[in-house]
């Protein structure tokens, strides 16, 4: 088990005052079997007013609006999480269960493909290739295998529009584009796939209390039995250094800000700090 403490902060500074703004926040990490939320907060300034609830995919959101001139806008969310290993998974089923009309019906918005995840003709090839000679798991392996050897991370290589086939031709991107890219070749074969937003301790070895840069963190979860999440960015199993945040169809569904300004942003600064403390 591991203990983990979480602040993402984000500014945005305008081009001269901003009469109002209407905003979301997913910053609070779930409530899960894995997953133990010992305290969380959103911290809004300013803020006129403030309310939240629980949305369709079961994140909780903090909706607010500024209806004052204002000329930064400061959101922090922080959380203490404890969280434990990943149990072996023992509950699989083949292609022939996995594909029938039972599952494919009871996890269909997990199998639609959108803009944003459908994979270029080459990568549905190899993905059609893996399945015709493998199981379902290790399909899925194959692929965020597969995905990690040819897509290089660079930070700032796509936006957050940015469709997963782009990134696949420019053979560069960022998290939000691995777990788009990994959720579009498993649907084309079946498999139901969902998008995870969270974070990720980025230092396996780092001292008790020491406090690292981190940054809002993407990966995928696929069902064949059960759900599996798996890391393709880093080529890794999710882990205990992994805090789920919100999990969906695409990150459209549950972006970790979003809102509509009456004006345009000179300035925006995002940092995550993560300190482990047990």
């Avoid at 994979?119 to 015709?132: H, K, N, S, Y």
């Avoid at 649907?187 to 396996?204: D, E, Q």
Wanted: aromatic residues 8%; negative net charge; contains cysteine.
């Amino acid at each position: 088990m591991t203990t983990l403490r979480i602040e993402h902060r984000t500014t945005f500074a305008y081009e001269g005052s901003i009469v109002s703004s209407y905003n979301e926040a997913r910053l609070t990490p779930a409530w899960l079997p894995r997953q133990r939320v010992l305290d969380s907060k959103v911290e809004i300034a300013p803020v006129t007013w403030r309310s939240s609830y629980r949305d369709y995919w079961e994140a909780d959101v903090v909706v607010f609006e500024v209806l004052q001139p204002h000329e930064d806008l400061s959101v922090v969310g922080s959380s203490l999480v404890e969280v434990t290993s990943v149990p072996a998974r023992e509950e699989r089923v083949a292609w022939d269960t996995l594909t029938g009309p039972r599952f494919q019906d009871l996890l269909s918005e997990y199998l639609g493909l959108s803009d944003t995840t459908e994979p270029t003709e080459e990568l549905e090839a190899f993905a059609r290739d893996a399945a015709a000679r493998l199981s379902p798991d290790d399909t899925a392996r194959a692929i965020c295998d597969h995905l990690h050897d040819q897509i290089k991370y660079v930070p700032g290589a796509t936006s957050v529009h940015t469709p997963a086939r782009d990134a696949w031709d420019a053979r560069s991107g960022v998290c939000q584009d691995f777990a788009h890219l990994a959720i579009g070749a498993l649907r084309t074969v079946g498999i139901p796939a969902r998008y995870v937003s969270g974070y990720l301790h980025p230092k396996r070895d780092a001292a008790i209390g020491e406090t690292v840069s981190g940054e809002s963190h993407a990966w995928v979860e696929w069902w064949t039995g059960d759900w599996y999440g798996f890391d393709p960015t880093n080529d890794r199993e999710v882990g205990d250094h992994h805090v789920i945040v919100a999990r969906a169809r695409e990150y459209t569904d549950v972006p970790p800000l979003t809102g509509v300004v009456a004006g345009s942003t000179t300035d925006l600064d995002v940092q995550v700090h993560i300190t482990q403390v047990d």
